[in-house]
């Protein structure tokens, strides 16, 4: 596994992940790029046999108290492996560089192996946002963990950022 930052050429890639991912409300084009390009957010791409296989993003302004999870998504052979809990606490670590003392996520009610991610790295479910994700009517479990709290984790070898 190799994480390391998101250029503008891996677009196509993570359009690919992000269209198989969330087929009915998937992010445009457009959106995704502007993402990639944006000086507040830090997206990554993890990478397997040269080929992206998921990527992740934070929205972390430079000395914000406040962090936003963007997305998380791996193509669905790689799930199960780590993978997700790497990106995850890369962008930990990011929001955290950045000052934040709160990071914020919504996941979808019907993710329960993310919910699960999320728990098991210290978030807490502070809402719901009732029929959130449309064209499902799926709610969004909105979730916060407190970096003064829960520290961000240290890198580990698996997660060696290139």
């Not at 963007?70 to 995850?88: P, W």
């Amino acid at each position: 596994m190799t994480l390391r930052d998101a250029r503008s050429a891996d677009l196509d890639a993570i359009m690919a992940i992000e269209e198989r991912s969330f087929p009915t409300d998937a992010w445009s084009r457009e959106t995704m790029a502007s993402e990639l390009a944006s000086p507040h957010g830090r997206y990554l791409v993890d990478e397997q046999g040269g080929a992206i296989v998921g990527y992740g993003g934070v929205r972390a302004l430079q000395g914000g108290a406040d962090a936003d999870i963007q997305t998380i998504a791996l193509l669905a052979e790689v799930r199960g492996q780590g993978r997700g809990r790497a990106l995850l606490r890369a962008l930990l670590r990011t929001a955290a560089a950045r000052g934040a003392h709160e990071v914020f996520l919504e996941v979808r009610a019907d993710n329960p192996p993310a919910e699960g991610l999320y728990r098991a790295e210290g978030f807490e479910e502070i809402g719901r946002r009732p029929r959130y994700y449309q064209p499902d009517d799926v709610d969004a479990i909105v979730m916060r963990l407190d970096l003064r709290r829960h520290p961000a984790p240290a890198d580990t070898p698996e997660e060696a950022t290139a």
